[in-house]
T-cell receptor, first 110, second 114 residues
């Protein structure tokens, strides 16, 4: 049973805000939500992690509603270089069961 | 500082040969993880270590795959009697905290079995 569900692909244009939503209906109390970014020919890169409400860093924001059954990764004003695959993962931060799905392939167009 | 390094970056081997893939984690990182990634798919978990102790090897496909981290730093993933289906990108990651979801990945080793 998949722990997360996210769109297979998304298109956007330079300068737009992009929101990628991930569904995790069976999230457990101890689970955190973590997002990774992967460029072609590179390893995944940790972007952001959160437990509830909102988390923001220099790269992105993560919005988590009160029921925690979904989360939204928000990328402000994307550029061509943000074209990548974005992975949403859910799990206990102290018990490695990190399992990547297929991710969301974001394509930013000029 | 130096990130996670892996060697070799590319390995071509003949079916039936053994291969050893090396991972050098970020200095001071407690946990080390191995993944395999097929083209167009997300990384697939293989195994991980806290210090020198292997914690979970449930992702290893079969008994031809093994891993070690004898001194709690460098790790080696060994594949015996390679088969064509073993061809993939093998990725290593490390984390400062034990079993953390905040992991730092290396560049990977592209293995091709002919």
């Amino acid at each position: 049973l998949a722990k997360t569900t996210q769109p297979i692909s998304m298109d956007s244009y330079e300068g737009q805000e992009v929101n990628i939503t991930c569904s995790h209906n069976n999230i457990a109390t101890n689970d955190y939500i973590t997002w990774y970014q992967q460029f072609p020919s590179q390893g995944p890169r940790f972007i952001i992690q959160g437990y509830k409400t909102k988390v923001t860093n220099e790269v992105a924001s993560l919005f988590i509603p009160a029921d925690r059954k979904s989360s939204t990764l928000s990328l402000p004003r994307v550029s061509l270089s943000d074209t990548a695959v974005y992975y949403c993962l859910v799990g206990d931060n102290n018990n490695n069961d990190m399992r990547f799905g297929a991710g969301t392939r974001l394509t930013v167009k000029p | 500082g130096a990130g996670v390094s892996q060697s070799p970056r590319y390995k071509v081997t003949k079916r039936g040969q053994d291969v050893a893939l090396r991972c050098d984690p970020i200095s001071g990182h407690v946990s080390l993880y191995w993944y395999r990634q097929a083209l167009g798919q997300g990384p697939e978990f293989l195994t991980y270590f806290n210090y020198e102790a292997q914690q979970d090897k449930s992702g290893l496909p079969n008994d031809r795959f093994s891993a070690e981290r004898p001194e709690g730093s460098i790790s080696t993933l060994t594949i015996q009697r390679t088969e064509q289906r073993d061809s993939a990108m093998y990725r290593c990651a490390s984390s400062l905290a034990q079993a953390s979801y905040e992991q730092y990945f290396g560049p990977g080793t592209r293995l091709t079995v002919t």
